[in-house]
């Protein structure tokens, strides 16, 4: 084997991946990551395409890199965080270009929201941050933020340029330093549904602190929520109990709200449930639908439009599954996929994925594998969802136990030609 990659770390690195988070997006201990890094190794075939994938390279370009001596030069620090470049990567597929740009985000993240120079900023720059937050929340729903996650984060980018350098009243900048904050939010949910755990991260952690600039218990509350969503993501469920204590504490401080109440407490079920206290999950889930039954109908904003009783159910199936009870979560999970509208699709397919899995838990096999199907319909219909990838992954992981059940290798060979290959 060669020396060192160097070039291949620096693909990582402008990916926005560690060692650790590149490891389990591709369901490999992170020891091999580093292997391939120092060329000790080599991914193995059936990797790669994933590799690529995650690198935003081509599978060409990722033999390049993994050649000793003929890696082409990744992105340098200086323009790994520029605006146009990160829009191009989003843009690079040219279905996902027609869908961002039908939404306005593409455009959006490349033109500068209509700000010249940084000059004089009003209320209508705040509206069209806003609206993009808005766009980039409702294609989330629907397709997935595998690739959604570089507009967002173009986006923030700008919008912290036009807060320092832009000319504004008191009433614009607080205006607009909220527009921010909640952009840095929506930049972290994307983030967290493409495997992006350095700027998950760091897009809730930069909300967290806009929300004590600007006195935003709202913001406060859900930047905190985001952070202990991601700390149950990334497996450190004690953390994810902080944080979503630390977000039910300043839920407190904005008086009645049953959505915004519900959402740290769904989080907090998790991270409970994970941290094997069955009982305080379902307390946590039950004080969550007790919140919800109080709305009083509202129309919901798009960022909260999710949090309804078919997502409770799904949680709560969530933690089902977590101790082993197949049954109760394969009954709550089939509630909540019937629920919900189409402009769910990437929810509906991640609990499909786990219904999936309680299936095979149940020992129903056939179940399983006809829920797996319905989720590579919805990815062959353009959904891009690192999360649901990677439990479908698991999933087929599990069905390698069962290779003469009925629809196993029917399913195994259309994955193999969808995703693994």
């Not at 001596?69 to 279905?95: F, H, I, K």
């Not at 989330?140 to 959604?148: A, F, K, P």
Request: proline share 4%; aromatic share 6%.
């Amino acid at each position: 084997m060669g020396g060192r990659r160097t070039r291949l770390i620096r693909a990582r690195k402008a990916a926005y991946y560690t060692q650790e988070s590149l490891a389990y997006a591709l369901n490999v201990d992170p020891a091999t990551v580093g292997h391939w890094e120092r060329g000790r190794s080599e991914p193995l075939p059936f990797k790669r395409p994933k590799l690529a994938k995650l690198l935003g390279v081509s599978r060409e370009q990722l033999e390049v890199l993994l050649a000793e001596g003929q890696t082409p030069p990744a992105p340098s620090a200086d323009t790994e965080q520029d605006g146009e470049l990160m829009e191009a990567e989003v843009a690079s597929d040219p279905m996902k270009r027609r869908t961002l740009m039908k939404w306005g985000v593409a455009t959006t993240a490349a033109s500068g929201l209509g700000v010249e120079a940084f000059g004089q900023i009003g209320m209508a720059d705040v509206r069209r941050l806003e609206r993009t937050t808005d766009r980039l929340c409702n294609l989330d729903h629907r397709h997935g933020g595998e690739t959604l996650w570089r507009a967002g984060a173009a986006t923030a980018q700008e919008a912290a340029v036009m807060l320092e350098q832009g000319r504004y009243t008191t009433g614009v900048g607080h205006a607009l330093l909220a527009a921010t904050g909640n952009l840095h939010i929506r930049t972290g949910w994307l983030a967290c549904d493409a495997g992006r755990h350095d700027v998950a991260r760091t897009s809730f952690t930069e909300a967290l602190t806009i929300s004590r600039q600007a006195g935003d218990p709202e913001i406060e509350t859900r930047a905190l929520a985001g952070l202990g969503f991601h700390s149950n993501l990334v497996g450190r469920p004690r953390e994810g109990l902080r944080f979503s204590g630390a977000a039910e504490d300043a839920v407190r401080r904005l008086g009645p709200s049953s959505r915004m109440t519900a959402v740290p407490l769904l989080h907090l079920a998790v991270a409970n449930a994970r941290s094997d206290d069955y009982s305080d999950a379902q307390a946590a889930i039950s004080r969550a639908r007790k919140a919800l039954d109080a709305d009083r109908g509202e129309e919901a904003a798009p960022w909260a439009a999710f949090m309804s009783p078919m997502e409770i159910d799904a949680v709560e199936a969530t933690c089902a599954v977590e101790v082993g009870k197949s049954a109760r979560a394969e009954q709550l999970l089939e509630q909540a996929i019937a629920g919900y509208g189409d402009g769910f699709a990437r929810n509906i397919a991640l609990y499909r994925v786990r219904l999936a899995a309680a299936r095979v838990l149940a020992g129903a096999i056939d179940g399983a594998t006809e829920a797996a199907e319905d989720v590579l319909d919805t990815i062959a219909d353009g959904l891009d969802s690192w999360r649901v990838s990677l439990e479908l992954g698991r999933v087929m992981d599990s069905l390698e136990a069962y290779p003469g059940a009925p629809g196993v290798q029917a399913l195994q060979e259309r994955y193999a030609t969808m995703i693994a290959v």
